[in-house]
C-alpha cells in the first residue's frame, strides 16, 4: 500500500501498530475478546452449560471496555497534541 509520506513506504504497517500504545492496547482486548467468543461458540456447539462462565465472561468485558475507551482518550489526546503541532510547522 502506497503512502503520501514516502518515508513510510520502508517501514511494515505492522510494526506501526505495536510501536503505539493504542495498537497494543487494541490488540490486547480484540484477543481477549476472540478468545472468549471462540469459548462461548464451543460450548455452544457442544451444548455446554454457559451459566459457570458468566462471571468470568462480565470480567472480561469490563476489561475490554476499559482497554478501548482509555486506548480511545489515548488517541484523541495524541491527535490533539499533534494538530498544535502540524499547524506550526506549515506557518
Same mark, same amino acid.
Given at each position: 500500500?502506497?503512502?503520501?509520506?514516502?518515508?513510510?513506504?520502508?517501514?511494515?504497517?505492522?510494526?506501526?501498530?505495536?510501536?503505539?500504545?493504542?495498537?497494543?492496547? @487494541? $490488540?490486547?482486548?480484540?484477543?481477549?475478546?476472540?478468545?472468549?467468543?471462540?469459548? &462461548?461458540?464451543?460450548? +455452544? /456447539?457442544?451444548? #455446554?452449560?454457559?451459566?459457570?462462565?458468566?462471571?468470568?465472561?462480565?470480567? @472480561? $468485558?469490563?476489561?475490554?471496555?476499559?482497554?478501548?475507551?482509555?486506548?480511545?482518550? &489515548?488517541?484523541?489526546? +495524541? /491527535?490533539?497534541? #499533534?494538530?498544535?503541532?502540524?499547524?506550526?510547522?506549515?506557518?
Amino acid at each position: 500500500m502506497k503512502s503520501t509520506i514516502p518515508l513510510l513506504n520502508q517501514v511494515p504497517s505492522l510494526s506501526i501498530l505495536f510501536m503505539s500504545p493504542v495498537g497494543l492496547m @487494541e $490488540v490486547a482486548a480484540y484477543s481477549i475478546a476472540m478468545s472468549r467468543s471462540y469459548i &462461548l461458540i464451543h460450548k +455452544l /456447539i457442544k451444548k #455446554m452449560p454457559i451459566r459457570p462462565d458468566i462471571r468470568a465472561i462480565c470480567i @472480561e $468485558v469490563v476489561i475490554l471496555v476499559v482497554l478501548l475507551l482509555a486506548g480511545g482518550f &489515548l488517541e484523541y489526546f +495524541l /491527535i490533539e497534541s #499533534m494538530s498544535g503541532f502540524d499547524s506550526g510547522m506549515i506557518d
